[in-house]
């Protein structure tokens, strides 16, 4: 079998990059090849919150994040395939408890400001009617990036393959790689459970399996993963609740001026029967330390801890491993204290999943040294749905020879060598 380009790993970077490589391609000559070894969307992106936002300390991240929302944001209107889009908000939190979590908030508005990032800081008072019931501080401070939201991960992951597909990129589900053959150190195809490739271009997106992937052929890439569980509560969906919940939508998305922006954002496509605007923005707490987004659809939010204790960053994913009762515990905490709505909700379901780190909190995205035509896309941390369109656009670029212009690929270049950093996560908040 023939193929121009294989890709290793079905997630939502892998399928993004099949999405902008097969557009460039002619897939008459040699297609673009998905190998995934289970289902597309089985690793991290399946079970991730997909939450976009582009508040980030680092202003590389922050306008790839900016020019992913608009991807993400036009998507239904330009290819007519919804990915769940919802225009909730973002409300980034700092609180007195932990002065860092002011300082980062100061600094990333500023830096926003400057690449056009809409983010708009509030007090304690705006933060209160903004989220009614929240408790805060009076010195607490927020972040409101009316832009942001989310989307539905398993949908998106599917809709950019089908999309791929349609520009004739293949996918290969339940196939694994069991070796790639390399020639005077270029790479020439690879054997599968279903047969040989011959290709010139591997693109590695194995997501949490990157580094053991690669270790079986001697190669080893800075990465490592943390296992993060995710607790799912009730969601006080009475109607008296949400009601009074309810925003005024129309104060908080801010004029656009783009009629693509402007027709996205008339449009819904999630799968339940509310109208956006009847749920709390998503919250990312820096102040106590997690973040909260509703799943209206599933009846369900979903809560979790955004930076991870030594103890819980591993050289790979175990399969077995289980819920940690104590960080549940924490989390579910964490989140009566700020919202004190959820005080009656149930646990509904805690699971277990695993993102890859890098130590200075950036992505490897690049071509492997020393092996022409290999190239790696991972250690996203939980950025990988914000930064997936346009780690797409960039990889397609450079398997295409052509400058890339969606991000700098020195700066996650996979050969450089990482600055000191103790792989909590902090780096990527
Ligand atoms: C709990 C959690 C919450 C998150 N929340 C957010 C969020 O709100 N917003 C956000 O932007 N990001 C979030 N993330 C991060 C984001 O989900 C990931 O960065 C992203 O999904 C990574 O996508 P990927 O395609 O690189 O990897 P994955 O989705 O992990 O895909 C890798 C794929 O490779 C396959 N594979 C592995 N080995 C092989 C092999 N040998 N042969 C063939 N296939 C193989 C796996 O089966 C898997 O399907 C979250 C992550 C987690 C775990």
């Not at 801890?305 to 515990?329: C, N, S, T, V, W």
């Not at 996979?414 to 996560?425: A, F, I, L, M």
Request: aromatic share 8%; net charge negative.
């Amino acid at each position: 079998m023939k193929a121009k380009v294989l890709i290793i790993g079905g997630g939502v970077v892998g399928t993004s990059i099949a999405l902008h490589a097969a557009r460039q391609l002619d897939a008459l000559k040699a297609p673009v090849v998905i190998l995934e070894r289970g289902q597309l969307g089985g690793g991290s992106s399946g079970g991730s919150g997909g939450i976009l936002r582009q508040h980030y300390g680092d202003s590389v991240v922050a306008s790839m994040a900016r020019d992913s929302m608009r991807e993400y944001s036009t998507f239904e209107g330009r290819t007519g395939r919804g990915v769940g889009f919802r225009r909730t908000g973002v409300l980034t939190l700092g609180g007195p408890s932990n002065p860092d979590s002011l300082r980062k908030i100061h600094e990333a508005i500023e830096g926003h400001n400057k690449i056009g990032i809409e983010t708009v800081l509030l007090d304690a008072e705006q933060i209160r009617a903004r989220v009614p019931g929240i408790e805060v501080h009076d010195d607490a401070i927020a972040a409101w990036e009316s832009q942001g939201g989310y989307v539905d991960a398993e949908l998106c992951v599917r809709e950019f393959a089908a999309l791929a597909r349609t520009s004739g990129a293949v996918t290969r589900l339940g196939v694994a790689i069991t070796d790639l053959i390399v020639e005077d150190g270029r790479i020439v195809g690879a054997e599968t459970t279903e047969g040989r490739y011959d290709c010139d271009q591997i693109v590695v997106v194995t997501g949490a399996w990157m580094r053991s992937f690669l270790e079986r052929f001697g190669i080893h890439v800075p990465v490592r993963v943390a296992r993060v569980q995710q607790l799912f509560v009730g969601l006080p969906s009475d109607e008296e609740e949400v009601d009074s919940r309810v925003h005024d939508r129309d104060s908080y998305v801010v004029d656009l001026e783009d009629p693509l922006e402007q027709a996205a954002d008339m449009l819904y496509s999630g799968d339940d029967e509310h109208a956006p605007g009847s749920e709390h923005p998503v919250i990312v707490d820096l102040e106590y330390g997690f973040y909260v987004r509703c799943e209206f659809a599933r009846r369900r939010t979903r809560v979790a801890p955004i930076a991870y204790d030594q103890e819980h960053i591993f050289d790979g994913p175990d399969p077995d491993a289980k819920p940690d009762p104590e960080l549940a515990r924490w989390a579910r905490e964490q989140l009566c204290r700020r919202l004190p709505m959820y005080a009656d909700q149930p646990v509904l379901e805690q699971i277990v999943s695993w993102f890859p780190l890098t130590q200075d909190g950036r992505a490897l995205i690049g071509p492997v040294p020393g092996y022409e035509g290999l190239y790696v896309a991972g250690g996203f941390a939980d950025h990988g749905f914000k930064l997936a369109p346009s780690v797409g656009e960039g990889m397609a670029q450079m398997l295409g020879g052509e400058p890339v212009s969606s991000f700098d690929p020195e700066y996650f270049a996979p050969g450089r060598v990482p600055s000191e950093g103790d792989w909590s996560g902090d780096a990527y908040l």
